[in-house]
């Protein structure tokens, strides 16, 4: 199995890279970027840049998307409902798709509308970027990382190896995706609102006041994935604050960036996944579900 033709929804940071990425290996003509009206004509005449320099893509309408061997969903989650149904056309018998969303839950929304034998679980990592209008500042292309649902090595996964490393990708497919895709979902739960409340560069959780709300927080996150029986630990908590004291001190998280640019967050599949979950399951989670509502609040005064 050989992936030829890749079609890319979400354009943002994560998007933009592999796009670009795989579009120097594959061929612009092998990568359609998928975009429907304002946004596609402005794409075309505008472009966007990575590190300063015009991306060469290619953009292309919905309607006149053709069949992929791999489909990339690349959106942050408050898109994904309008971006399922423009890849269509990219989706043939033998298409993969990948979703790189944020969260815990974009690929059971995939998977209800094309089957869940065509969705690969997914996301990025260490992916370090600032994204300003159309320029996307990039330190570090991040790792992707994948894997079947049921953690099987396929000619999926290892076609999708060989994409990632030709097109020089940094890549990983662990033996347990959905721990791996947890422990990213931990990071973007505590991590991304605490910095987004606080105004808090990477660098800040190198203090105790950050790094107190970080354990607190990953505490009640770690509950519950251990009752949705996810082998999460208090111990991945630190792991995770160390990694985030390595990052560059003045970066920011994609919450931050999105709070300081008057954009709406992905609070609701953060903290407000937990605080659904842990009602289900009967777990008090009052730190989780101060921090969602905080957020919410802070949103909606922005709309008064």
């Not at 059971?108 to 089957?115: F, L, N, T, V």
């Not at 679980?121 to 790792?143: K, P, W």
Request: with cysteine.
């Amino acid at each position: 199995m050989e992936i030829r033709k890749v079609a890319v929804v979400g354009v943002g940071a994560v998007g933009a890279v592999l796009a670009s990425k795989l579009s120097d290996f594959l061929g612009k003509e092998n990568v359609q970027c998928i975009a429907d009206g304002e946004r596609l004509e402005r794409y075309r005449r505008d472009g966007i840049f990575l590190n300063g320099k015009k991306l060469d893509l290619t953009f292309v309408a919905s309607a006149d998307a053709d069949e992929a061997g791999l489909v990339i969903i690349a959106t942050k989650n408050g898109q994904l409902g309008e971006a399922i149904p423009m890849v269509r056309r990219a989706v043939g018998r033998n298409t993969m798709i990948l979703s790189v969303l944020n969260g815990i839950q974009s690929e059971r929304e995939i998977a209800d509308a094309y089957g869940k034998d065509r969705v690969l679980y997914g996301f990025v990592i260490s992916l370090n970027s600032i994204h300003e209008g159309r320029n996307i500042e990039c330190t570090d292309f991040g790792t992707v990382v994948f894997g079947e649902e049921d953690n099987a090595r396929t000619e999926r996964t290892d076609a999708l190896s060989h994409l990632l490393e030709n097109s020089g990708m940094r890549f990983s497919n662990p033996d347990d995706i959905h721990l791996a895709q947890w422990r990213k979902f931990l990071i973007n739960t505590v991590f991304n609102t605490i910095s987004a409340l606080t105004r808090s560069p990477y660098g800040a959780f190198r203090f105790e006041p950050q790094r107190n709300l970080a354990r607190a927080a990953g505490k009640e996150v770690v509950a519950v994935a251990n009752a949705e029986g996810i082998a999460l630990s208090e111990s991945m908590v630190e792991d995770a604050i160390e990694m985030m004291c390595g990052h560059d001190p003045h970066g920011k998280t994609s919450m931050l960036q999105d709070m300081e640019a008057g954009r709406k967050s992905e609070n609701g599949w953060f903290c407000g996944t937990i605080a659904r979950l842990a009602r289900r399951h009967g777990i008090p989670t009052p730190l989780c579900d101060f921090l969602w509502n905080l957020v919410e609040a802070s949103e909606l005064a922005r709309t008064i």
